[in-house]
């Protein structure tokens, strides 16, 4: 993998290896300077109502924007960069669904990542980022992000590391169509063997759960310090009449 380049004034696109992660989506990630959100002229953002948000939550935001920005040019959408909706998700395009993530990394790079879709492809997309959690962290959380079954299994600091990012990728994807909160203990674990994570709905999501929704996600290790989750649900061939 290339060495992170580190965040300057201007965001710096990062080489997010595309193809190895997914197909059905298309993926921008940009590095950042936490510090410095006049670095992107996103002119429709100055109506957003960032104003009062600290430097570092408007870089985040903006940087977010940024990616989508480009998605959105690619797939040669002439609309507004999205704003947030009621939930905090993007309020995406009429056709389109997507996802947004972003992290800081121990020198205090930020890493921005964002995908975007047709909705005759994918229902729903998620995506986390996550820097390798201290082990110290990874004992403490553990049993707060864990359903019991999965603790045997799952003991090392970056397999706790890569479980919690893609709940969050699970919950980012199905929070929307299901309206509600997912608790961690709904999602449990069953066959870990990199990238691919294997997993059972419990509780409450094993109810309500679309049956068309994979029991799966992938994860990427982008270095041996950052791991980035997916969870995508597929539009399956006769739910789009072919």
Same mark, same amino acid.
């Not at 006049?38 to 009062?52: K, S, V």
């Not at 964002?114 to 820097?131: R, S």
């Not at 990728?169 to 961690?184: D, E, G, H, N, V």
């Given at each position: 993998? #290339?060495? %992170?380049? &580190?965040?300057?004034?201007?965001?710096?696109? !990062?080489? %997010?290896?595309? #193809?190895? /992660?997914?197909?059905?989506?298309?993926?921008?990630?940009?590095? $950042?300077?936490?510090?410095?959100?006049?670095?992107?002229? +996103?002119?429709?953002?100055?109506? *957003?109502?960032?104003?009062?948000?600290?430097?570092?939550?408007?870089?985040?935001?903006?940087?977010?924007?940024?990616?989508?920005?480009? =998605? %959105?040019?690619?797939?040669?959408?002439?609309?507004?960069?999205?704003?947030?909706?009621?939930?905090?998700?993007?309020?995406?395009?009429?056709?389109?669904?997507?996802?947004?993530?972003?992290?800081? %990394?121990?020198?205090?790079?930020?890493?921005?990542?964002?995908?975007? &879709?047709?909705?005759?492809?994918? *229902?729903? /997309?998620?995506?986390? =980022?996550?820097?390798? +959690?201290?082990?110290?962290?990874?004992?403490? @959380?553990?049993?707060? +992000?864990?359903?019991?079954?999965?603790?045997?299994? @799952?003991?090392?600091?970056?397999? /706790?590391?890569?479980?919690?990012?893609?709940?969050?990728? @699970?919950? #980012?994807?199905?929070?929307?169509?299901?309206?509600? $909160?997912?608790? $961690?203990?709904?999602?449990?674990?069953?066959?870990?063997?990199?990238?691919? /994570?294997? $997993?059972?709905?419990?509780?409450?999501?094993?109810?309500?759960?679309?049956?068309? &929704?994979?029991?799966?996600?992938? @994860?990427? !290790?982008?270095?041996?310090?950052?791991?980035?989750?997916?969870?995508?649900?597929?539009?399956?061939?006769?739910?789009?009449?072919?």
């Amino acid at each position: 993998m #290339k060495a %992170l380049p &580190a965040a300057a004034e201007r965001p710096c696109v !990062w080489p %997010l290896p595309l #193809k190895q /992660i997914t197909t059905h989506a298309r993926l921008m990630a940009c590095c $950042f300077n936490s510090q410095q959100p006049e670095a992107f002229d +996103i002119p429709e953002c100055r109506q *957003h109502g960032l104003e009062t948000w600290v430097p570092r939550r408007q870089a985040e935001y903006l940087a977010g924007r940024w990616c989508l920005q480009q =998605l %959105l040019t690619h797939a040669g959408l002439r609309v507004p960069v999205p704003r947030r909706s009621a939930s905090g998700a993007p309020d995406w395009p009429a056709g389109w669904t997507g996802a947004l993530t972003h992290t800081h %990394l121990p020198d205090g790079t930020g890493l921005a990542v964002a995908a975007l &879709a047709p909705v005759t492809v994918l *229902h729903a /997309i998620g995506l986390d =980022l996550e820097p390798l +959690i201290a082990d110290k962290t990874a004992r403490r @959380i553990q049993r707060s +992000i864990l359903h019991p079954d999965e603790q045997p299994q @799952i003991q090392t600091a970056a397999d /706790i590391t890569a479980v919690f990012s893609l709940k969050e990728s @699970i919950y #980012k994807t199905l929070q929307t169509p299901l309206q509600r $909160f997912i608790a $961690f203990d709904e999602v449990s674990v069953s066959h870990l063997a990199l990238p691919r /994570i294997d $997993f059972e709905p419990r509780g409450a999501l094993a109810q309500d759960m679309p049956t068309t &929704a994979p029991r799966h996600g992938q @994860i990427h !290790w982008l270095g041996s310090e950052l791991c980035l989750s997916l969870y995508q649900w597929p539009v399956q061939p006769t739910e789009s009449g072919v």
